[in-house]
């Protein structure tokens, strides 16, 4: 169940992002949402590496690139292709992650 929680912490802030990329959404007034969305999104990933790995689920080999990518994401700047091919290959590997699931 934790997989599938943190699958949906992220789908919901980079679902976030693209809203907020093609002006969709403005979250000038409170920037700090996608900001402490990806803090539980990253969290969360990690608490579901280590149950992963706890328990041998087949998705724990998945989401250590997540994580990866994870730390990297921030140092890339907002807006750029960059920063949206890193979200875009954090979204493959849950697909992923789902897919072992099934």
Do not use: C, E
Not at 38 to 53: K, L, P, Q, Y
């Amino acid at each position: 169940m934790i997989f599938y929680a943190a699958t949906m912490l992220f789908v919901a802030n980079f679902l976030l992002g693209i809203l907020v990329q093609f002006r969709l959404v403005d979250t000038k007034p409170f920037r700090w949402l996608h900001h402490a969305l990806f803090f539980a999104v990253f969290a969360s990933a990690a608490a579901a590496a280590v149950v992963g790995f706890w328990q041998g689920a087949p998705y724990r080999w998945v989401l250590l690139p997540v994580l990866v990518l994870f730390t990297v994401l921030p140092r890339v700047r907002a807006g750029t292709a960059g920063h949206a091919a890193l979200a875009v290959a954090a979204l493959v590997f849950y697909a992923a992650g789902l897919v072992r699931m099934i």
